[in-house]
């Protein structure tokens, strides 16, 4: 039950910093301001004595990428979403092997009842 809720609430995570990351850059909700004209942003760039970062982040190419990494985390929810219980079962701790039954072994073989383990040293 644990395993369900770890990989359920990974998939909500994901969902939300996809959310915030592809649509914050363009956007202006609750009346915040501007990506590139924020309090800190401006206090942090007097600060450090950087007059050029908050150009910089205010370009369409920080908000591009910035975006991009916001679509990434997009995939990874669905990806996740699809290989629901994969990621539950391998949670677990169970072994799934998918190809067992596509290829199955020959008469004279025989499959290891546990895994060598290796020495540390």
């Not at 501007?34 to 190419?61: C, E, H, I, P, R």
Request: include cysteine; hydrophobic fraction near 50%; charged fraction near 15%.
């Amino acid at each position: 039950m644990s395993s369900r809720l770890t990989v359920i609430f990974y998939i909500i995570l994901c969902l939300e910093a996809g959310i915030v990351l592809t649509f914050l850059p363009w956007v202006h909700p609750f009346g915040l301001s501007d990506w590139g004209d924020n309090f800190f942003l401006v206090y942090a760039a007097q600060k450090m004595g950087l007059q050029g970062l908050q150009d910089t982040v205010a370009s369409g190419w920080v908000r591009g990428a910035v975006s991009g990494l916001g679509l990434v985390n997009f995939v990874l929810a669905f990806w996740e979403i699809a290989h629901f219980r994969r990621t539950v079962h391998k949670l677990d701790g169970h072994a799934v092997n998918y190809t067992a039954a596509a290829a199955p072994l020959p008469p004279h073989a025989t499959r290891p009842d546990h895994a060598d383990q290796l020495s540390d040293n």
